[in-house]
């Protein structure tokens, strides 16, 4: 069973245990998990980047290639 407060100190202490808890998990959540995110994030913007570039350069050769079937 879980045992309450009963004093105004008590409450106070058993509030700071919890958010000392919240902290140490948002601390994790930020230094750990969003660092992983943001650096998939980068390297998938630069395959992305890649695969716009072939794209154009696929629409560069078909209209050349319609140019010189016109001229």
Same mark, same amino acid.
């Given at each position: 069973?879980? $045992?309450?407060?009963?004093?105004? /100190? +008590?409450?106070?202490?058993?509030?700071? @245990?919890?958010?000392?808890?919240? !902290? !140490? #998990? =948002?601390?994790?959540?930020? /230094?750990?998990? *969003? $660092?992983?995110?943001? +650096? #998939? =994030? #980068?390297?998938?913007? @630069? !395959?992305? #980047? $890649? =695969?716009?570039?072939? *794209? *154009?350069?696929?629409? @560069?050769?078909?209209? =050349?290639? %319609? %140019? +010189? !079937?016109?001229?």
């Amino acid at each position: 069973m879980a $045992k309450y407060p009963k004093t105004t /100190n +008590e409450h106070i202490i058993s509030l700071y @245990g919890h958010v000392t808890g919240l !902290k !140490k #998990d =948002i601390c994790t959540i930020k /230094n750990n998990h *969003l $660092k992983h995110m943001h +650096e #998939d =994030i #980068d390297k998938l913007g @630069g !395959k992305i #980047d $890649k =695969i716009y570039w072939v *794209l *154009l350069a696929a629409v @560069g050769a078909v209209a =050349i290639t %319609l %140019l +010189e !079937k016109i001229i």
